[in-house]
Every structure is written in C-alpha cells, then in structure tokens.
Antibody, heavy 120, light 109 residues
C-alpha cells in the first residue's frame, strides 16, 4: 500500500520560504507510471493545485504560483519537496502531497496533509 | 485556464435518497481527464471517479460518474451515512494544468 507523509514546519514567518518534504513508502518514486504533486487547501476553502514533478525532474506549476514555487525530487531517498518563497498570510493552508497517474490526470494517493500557518 | 463550476453549493438530503452533483467546465474537457473526489472533515480527499465514469479501486457501485464536453455529473444512488461529505471535481488540461471545482457539500437533511 502506497503511503505519502508530509513533513516540515507548521509555522513560517511572512516573507520567508516554506520548505516541505513528502516521503513516499510502499512504492518507488522512480516509477515512470506516476508523477508527484503538491496541493493546498486554506481552512474552509477548496483545493488548489501547486505543481507536479516526474522522476526525471520535469515539472509543471500553477501559473498563479509559478514565480514562487520550486518542486524537486530525490529518488535516492524516495522523497520530493516543495519550496514556496515570499510567504504571506494568504499562503496559510493545509498542504497535501499526492501521487498522480501519468497520462491519466488524477490523484490516487494523498498524504494526510500538514497545516502551515504564516504569522510573525 | 479551464474553470470548473459545481452546483449546487450545498445539497441537503436524507439517507437512502439519490444525490446528483453537477460539474460544469468553462471549456470542453476530455472525459479522460475528469475526476471526482470525496473529502470528509479533517481528512485528505479520496479519489472516487476518474476518466469521468470509472470508479477508483474499492469505491462502492452506488457512486457513478457521467458526462462529456463541459457537463459532468456525479450520482450517488442511495446515500449512506458515510457519504455525507464535500465532493470536488477536477480536470487536467492540455496546458498541463490541474484545476478543481469549488466543491459541493452533501449534508444531512
């Protein structure tokens, strides 16, 4: 059974850079069948896709966040990571990592999510 | 960017009733790239339907999806107590961008 687990700070100061890591177990992040995404959800609101990465390192980002986002993958540790710069209160949300099926466009496994609060 | 609109915003029904949820896209969406998710409070979303009409692994057959082009529907034939939740549609477009609808909350009448 594939499992994803987010880790990182729960509190970030305004203007700082958020760094989160997603650890994948029960499956290889090196598989060409999947891609790996970050998705966030402000409290009481809907889901917003942040970006995705393939094991090759190829990425796609949400145009609204592209200038501030970097997603990377480490196949040696079976992890992928998110960096989001210039954080503001509007970036306060639960951040999820998720696995997507290549050529299929859907997310079949999700992490439990981690709450990130932006506050001084 | 394709925008998804879901209706109604809230659907109040009783257990055993049929739920019909709508997802409308601002442009045509390939049926292959339309999915539905269920989310309960404090939990991550769970994949229900992919390819507009294919149930994900382990999803009961009371959940069904249909539609094409710009209009898609998720139907729950007979609501069970565990089905009261928020439902999101999601599309994947040719520009390699994913978007979600705003969600429909199904609550107990």
């Amino acid at each position: 059974q594939v499992q994803l687990q987010e880790s990182g700070p729960g509190l970030v100061k305004p203007s700082q850079t958020l760094s989160l890591t997603c650890s994948v177990s029960g499956g290889s992040i090196s598989s060409n069948t999947y891609y790996w995404s970050w998705i966030r959800q402000p409290a009481g609101k809907g889901l917003e896709w942040i970006g995705r990465i393939y094991n090759s390192g190829s990425t796609n980002y949400n145009p609204s966040l592209k200038s501030r986002v970097t997603i990377s993958v480490d196949t040696s540790t079976n992890q992928f990571s998110l960096k989001l710069s210039s954080m503001t209160a509007a970036d306060t949300a639960v951040y999820y990592c998720a696995r997507g099926r290549a050529v299929r466009g859907y997310f079949d496994y999700w992490g439990q999510g981690t709450l990130v609060t932006v506050s001084s | 960017e394709i925008v998804l609109t879901q209706s109604p915003g809230t659907l109040s029904l009783s257990p055993g009733e049929r739920a019909t949820l709508s997802c409308r896209a601002s442009q045509s969406v390939s049926s292959s790239f339309l999915a539905w998710y269920q989310q309960k409070p404090g939990q991550a979303p769970r994949l229900l339907i992919h390819g507009a009409s294919s149930r994900a692994t382990g999803i009961p057959d009371r959940f069904s999806g249909s539609g094409s082009g710009t209009d898609f529907t998720l139907t729950i034939s007979r609501l069970e107590p565990e089905d009261f939740a928020v439902y999101y549609c999601q599309q994947y477009g040719s520009s390699s961008i994913f978007t979600f609808g705003p969600g429909t909350k199904v609550d107990i009448k």
